[in-house]
């Protein structure tokens, strides 16, 4: 009897309790990853923990620089395949050129493309809204128009779309101490908006998200880091309440519901327990070996055991305890919700 087999003969909650405590008793799902390369110790550490992945590609050129784009989906269909779909994949489109009469044939030709190779969602970044722009100067906002046309072959080709739209707040505020996020900002000055002039505002951004899920109804979007709502579920809580077609990660953005209030972040688990997806932003650097995939495994079991059981653990250097989730809502962050917002990530 194989594992899987065994588990499914036993309730998970005895099944939770034989095994060790950060073990689950399903394969799980990390929505938001970035893998464009093999690395055998990478897969048999997820195969051992029974993790499946959706490796991501970003097109994050700007200005006039080259784009590393096709580069970036050619070793990513190479991981997919070479992982026979463990590996799923995201493709991602070239949004400069929005203001070419030939832009939505050409970006649409190419999707179809990596639909045809097994690309099961299309990512795009925040360079839409804080960094891509017209000639006149003005900054491309996701609503635009020349858009349009692309969302719409992406559901009509029942993918979906993943959006990293705007950046914690922290982008748009000064630089010192009160910035929650000043270490990234210091290191990443390109994405630091405060006093920068004709860039969008934080709200204007995301506006324009909102008024592309308006527009269209069908499209599955699921917004990366929380839907940049991290510091404010409240207003996260509206935006999924207004539309049914919108899901958000929660790469790289455990850490805000670890240092919160639990009682809140409990309470907003369990009632949009059909619309958040697990996910990290793990990145495969090109250096990285076997240590970057172990820390890959300790965050995955790290964050398991904060979701899905009471224990008392360690996170960035802080003893917290686990939110305990329910074993139907923790099968859906970690799975379920991957599986019906996706579809065809699990094969
Ligand atoms: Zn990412």
């Known amino acids: 009897m194989t594992r899987r087999q065994l588990f499914a003969t036993i309730p998970i909650a005895a099944a939770l309790k034989r095994a060790n405590a950060a073990a689950a008793p399903f394969e799980r799902i990390d ?87 097994g690309a099961v969602a299309v990512k795009i970044w925040k360079n839409i809204g804080m960094g891509i722009r017209a000639k006149s100067g003005e900054y491309l906002l996701p609503d635009h128009p020349a858009l349009s046309p692309v969302f719409d072959a992406i559901e009509k080709a029942g993918r979906t779309l993943i959006a990293h739209l705007a950046e914690p707040d922290g982008a748009w505020l000064p630089l010192d101490a009160h910035n929650p996020e000043v270490n990234y900002y210091t290191g ?35 917004g990366c880091h929380l839907g940049s709502d991290e510091e404010h579920l409240d207003l996260l809580a509206k935006r999924l309440d207004t539309f049914p077609n919108f899901a958000v990660d929660v790469a790289a953005r455990v850490r805000y519901f670890v240092s919160g209030d639990h009682t809140k972040a409990r309470e907003f688990l369990l009632k949009y327990q059909d619309r958040v997806l697990y996910a990290t932003d793990f990145t495969l650097g090109p250096g990285d070996g076997e240590d970057a995939a172990k820390e890959f495994q300790q965050t995955h079991e790290r964050d398991w055991k904060f979701f899905a059981t009471r224990d008392e653990l360690s996170y960035r250097n802080r003893q ?28």
Not at 31 to 36: G, R
């Open 31 to 117: 929505t938001h990853t970035h893998i464009h390369r093999r690395d055998p110790a990478l897969l048999s550490l997820l195969e051992q923990a029974d993790w499946r992945c959706l490796s991501i590609c970003v097109s994050r050129a700007i200005g006039d620089e080259a784009s590393d784009l096709e580069e970036m989906i050619r070793g990513t269909i190479d991981v997919h395949q070479a992982t026979k779909g463990r590996i799923a994949w995201a493709t991602a489109f070239d949004a400069r050129g929005f203001e070419s009469r030939v832009f939505a044939g050409r970006v649409i030709a190419s999707l179809q493309q990596s639909f045809g190779l």
């Open 188 to 222: 990443h000055p390109e994405w630091h908006m405060y006093g920068r002039p004709g860039v969008p505002s934080k709200d204007a951004i995301l506006a324009a998200r909102d008024r592309v899920l308006a527009r269209h109804p069908k499209l599955r979007l699921v």
């Open 320 to 347: 917290v305890q686990g939110l305990g989730l329910p074993e139907n809502v923790v099968r859906k962050i970690f799975r379920q919700n991957a599986v019906r917002w996706i579809p065809g990530i699990a094969g």
